[in-house]
């Protein structure tokens, strides 16, 4: 019985041999052999790069490429009894033939040739049609073996996504913890200062009992340490489980032989849901805080020296102090600003969150944009070239404490952004820094900017680095939940203009108008002017402008946008306040 999928076969006079072959893991197995084997290279080549190795000789373990193998090592002298071998990685000879002249589609092994075209459910196999004749299945769940690979790679791609995202959730954890590893480090070290002043002040009787405090301080801080690196080291082993299982699946998912997929996809399955659920609630939260309970009472009586300790949490619970922001570490990027701040060292009182405010940037009335426990928080969407200031306060179950100083953050002056890797369709296709776009498909797909702008004027262009067979690509903004799958515009959530090697169109809610002469080529810029203060979107091409204003009355947050099949490469090329 198998330990993954729970069949039970029972064996014939081959043993072990006579279960079916892992086709799949076959084909895995024989791309990784010829990687390796397109690496190897021979080790006595003059040319650059070398010639690739074609043996190898057991006896002086060096490669050989054909034309070195003849001049360096001939079959003859004292090399006649050197045994010559295939470089490794080499796959055997009827391997890569098998590999060059395509694969044969899997035969039924009960009725060789018949090929498989059908899928039992409840035998959960493939079989042919001849198995069907037979009757061996007649009152069997029989379903078309294309849908059922299809319907099983939908499956194990849904539940790898649930493993991807507990992956990204660990990884943004493990950085959680080594800011954790800081914040205690600092704190310790505050602690350590602060308990130094106390003792240095006392008269030389406190020496002593000053060691023995600073020994509890940092064996508290050694004890944080070690449950922290204990956290890191157990979620790293999971992620890195994680990781690899989902390597594995996604080289599963590139295959094409459905009976070879499936012979594995049920255990898959169930080994990736396994994978999800090891992730419980609770696992990606610190086991301690970064706060120090350690409070240093120095009234005492001189009599009461030897009697010193750290008294926690004996003060009368009060709303909690004045928060300290961490100026060094807040900063502005575009239209977010990200702002940091701690509590003072030895606050007596608990903190059970923080209220971080914003006014609207043009010196109104202040707003909260964050309630919770972080010290750290980034707030994006803001307004271009505008004026914040922000302010936090801390709480607890005695209530609101007082705010912090004002800090002022100025956003950028004009919008420099890329395309979105984490919201564009998955056939979108970024490279150089995620600043030219192409697809993988024949249908139109959506890509976003990382920019969002809701006021102001903006203005940026695109290259069309590559046009083939006169596709129509789209350009213009979008909402953030706008449909990837179709042309930009087609939806309510897009405002577009859609252009081909001839005339464009402006389109929204699938609505064309506007049909205009002058279409794009390779080479061909486009530019795309958004005038929030007029409410107006336009377009240009080449420098012209093309056609009347497209859009009029627009108001929201919106995106830049573009639309575009595999037949089309475009870069981002231009960034600017108003039209050059």
Not at 13 to 42: D, H, M, S, W
Not at 166 to 178: D, G, N, S, T, Y
Not at 420 to 432: E, G, K, Q
Not at 438 to 451: F, H, I, K, Q
């Amino acid at each position: 019985t198998c330990p993954q999928c729970h069949r039970s076969a029972s064996l014939d006079q081959r043993g072990l041999r006579g279960f079916p072959r892992n086709r799949l893991l076959e084909t895995i197995v024989q791309r990784y052999r010829q990687g390796r084997a397109a690496a190897a290279k021979c080790q006595l080549c003059d040319r650059s790069p070398p010639e690739p190795a074609a043996v190898l000789c057991e006896q002086c373990q060096v490669l050989y490429c054909a034309s070195c193998q003849r001049r360096c090592h001939p079959a003859r002298g004292p090399f006649a009894k050197h045994r010559l071998l295939p470089p490794p990685g080499a796959p055997p000879d009827n391997e890569g033939t098998a590999a060059t002249g395509g694969r044969r589609a899997p035969a039924c092994a009960e009725h060789d040739p018949e090929s498989y075209s059908m899928y039992c459910g409840t035998c959960r196999g493939p079989v042919c049609g001849r198995c069907l004749e037979e009757g061996g299945h007649g009152q069997h769940d029989i379903k078309a073996l294309g849908a059922v690979w299809k319907q099983h790679k939908t499956q194990l791609s849904q539940a790898l996504n649930g493993v991807s995202d507990k992956a990204k959730e660990a990884k943004e954890f493990l950085v959680q913890l080594k800011n954790l590893l800081q914040q205690i480090q600092e704190n310790g070290l505050d602690y350590e200062a602060c308990l130094v002043a106390q003792c240095d002040a006392l008269v030389d009787a406190l020496t002593r009992q000053k060691a023995k405090l600073l020994t509890k301080v940092t064996k508290e801080r050694e004890h944080k340490l070690k449950v922290v690196w204990d956290q890191i080291n157990h979620c790293t082993l999971k992620l890195r489980q994680s990781t690899g299982l989902m390597e594995y699946c996604l080289e599963v998912i590139k295959e094409n032989d459905p009976s070879g997929f499936l012979q594995i996809s049920d255990a898959l399955i169930k080994r990736v849901q396994v994978s999800q659920e090891q992730w419980v609630k609770g696992a990606l939260e610190p086991k301690v805080s970064a706060e120090f309970d350690l409070t240093l009472d120095s009234e005492p009586l001189l009599q009461s020296i030897h009697q010193l300790d750290f008294i926690q949490m004996k003060f009368p619970v009060t709303v909690p102090p004045v928060p300290l922001l961490q100026l060094e570490k807040c900063c502005t990027r575009n239209n977010s600003v990200t702002l940091a701040w701690r509590m003072p060292p030895l606050s007596h009182n608990p903190v059970e969150g923080y209220i971080l405010e914003l006014d609207d940037g043009d010196g109104g009335q202040f707003r909260e944009v964050y309630v919770g426990k972080e010290t750290l928080c980034t707030i994006d969407g803001l307004h271009f070239n505008s004026t914040y200031n922000a302010r936090v306060k801390a709480f607890n179950s005695s209530g609101v404490g007082p705010y912090s100083k004002t800090v002022i953050l100025q956003t950028s002056d004009v919008a420099w952004f890329t395309f979105d890797p984490s919201s564009a369709h998955r056939d979108i296709v970024l490279s150089n820094d995620n600043q030219t776009a192409t697809c993988n498909s024949y249908d139109d797909r959506v890509v976003l900017g990382t920019a969002a702008f809701s006021k102001g004027v903006h203005y940026w262009e695109l290259h069309v680095d590559r046009y083939d067979n006169h596709p129509d690509p789209a350009f213009g903004i979008a909402r953030i939940n706008v449909v990837k799958d179709m042309m930009l515009g087609k939806d309510d959530k897009a405002w577009a203009m859609y252009v081909d090697n001839n005339r464009s169109w402006f389109m929204h809610c699938n609505s064309h108008t506007n049909r205009t002469e002058g279409g794009v080529s390779k080479g061909s810029t486009i530019g795309v002017l958004l005038d929030l203060n007029k409410h107006n979107l336009t377009f240009y091409i080449n420098g012209q402008q093309q056609g009347p204003p497209a859009f009029e009355n627009i108001e929201g947050v919106f995106m830049p946008a573009l639309s575009l099949n595999r037949n089309v490469q475009a870069s981002l090329l231009h960034f600017s306040p108003t039209f050059p």
